[in-house]
């Protein structure tokens, strides 16, 4: 039994990233000029894909030390220094760097715990904050940058997924990752990526927002027809179902570009028999009720 090789229920892996080479190639020199960033696309337009992409080879070609953030759903200040601090964890896990992990742990204010899984937490000064720490651990983990610079001479891109959402824990957190950023031109580059465009237009946009005119703006449209039609079919092809290749550019059209819609048209298509006059009218259909609930 051959494996569909069509995922549409989440962001695909930074490998398998459709195209986008010219906008990661701006995001990557932007990156290592220091620019920060505002990435905006719609939910389920590959922005998580394109940031993971983004953030290995960041690393690979010039030893960027990546920190992605996800903040979907966020909702306290304490969930926000976790997520941050994890973020910082995983992309210090590398090699001499795990060793400077450590010693910024060691080194911290001594306010805080750190989880470590199947040992237990242990006292360190970085991580998820004691109860009324909020604030001040947030502080103490957006001065991170500066602080694995200071031990590496790295700099480190730091991009916060589903930015909107630090929103939701208060309207002024952009004001407090202000008071950090402007200090950190040497140490970090951010990348805000958010799938709200008329709200981070409006974060980035509005004089009266800290982060005014703070990044610089970048969108995704939708993905070229040529090169999500060589994606698909090349895994069709893979998979050993050459009946249905005819069809991919027709997929392709009814897609109109957009990542997830595509991924979930060529999954049903898959499932369709080669030799099936009406499988692409299927693979439609079988698309349209899966999606109805959205």
């Known amino acids: 039994m051959t494996l569909n090789p069509f995922t549409f229920d989440r962001p695909l892996p930074a490998h398998a990233l459709v195209d986008r080479a010219a906008e990661l190639e701006l995001l990557l020199q932007l990156a290592t ?111 991170l940058p500066l602080r694995v610079h200071e031990r590496t001479g790295q700099r480190c891109l730091v991009v916060l997924d589903e930015f909107q959402d630090l929103f939701t824990v208060s309207d002024g957190l952009d004001g407090v990752l202000r008071s950090h950023l402007q200090h950190q031109s040497a140490s970090a580059s951010y990348v805000f990526a958010g799938s709200q465009p008329s709200m981070m237009r409006a974060l980035f946009g509005d004089r009266r927002r800290p982060l005014f005119e703070q990044a610089r703006a970048v969108e995704l449209g939708p993905l070229p027809a040529p090169e999500l039609a060589d994606y698909v079919e090349a895994r069709l092809l893979a998979a050993g179902r050459d009946g249905l290749v005819e069809l991919v550019d027709a997929l392709v059209a009814v897609s109109a570009g957009h990542p997830q819609r595509a991924m979930l048209l060529a999954h049903m298509l898959f499932e369709q028999e080669d030799d099936d006059p009406e499988a692409l009218p299927a693979a439609i259909a079988a698309a349209l009720r899966e999606a109805s609930d959205g």
């Open 33 to 143: 000029s220091g620019q920060s960033v505002r990435l905006s696309a719609p939910r389920r337009y590959g922005k998580t894909t394109l940031v993971n992409a983004l953030a290995d080879v960041a690393w690979n070609a010039h030893e960027m030390i990546p920190t992605v953030v996800d903040l979907s759903g966020v909702t306290t200040l304490d969930d926000v220094v976790l997520r941050l601090t994890r973020a910082y964890e995983r992309g210090l896990d590398r090699g001499r760097l795990r060793g400077v992990w450590r010693a910024l742990r060691r080194r911290g204010t001594g306010s805080a715990q750190v989880g470590v899984p199947g040992v237990g937490s242990l006292t360190a000064g970085v991580g998820a904050p004691q109860q009324g720490s909020g604030l001040a651990a947030l502080h103490e983990a957006l001065d």
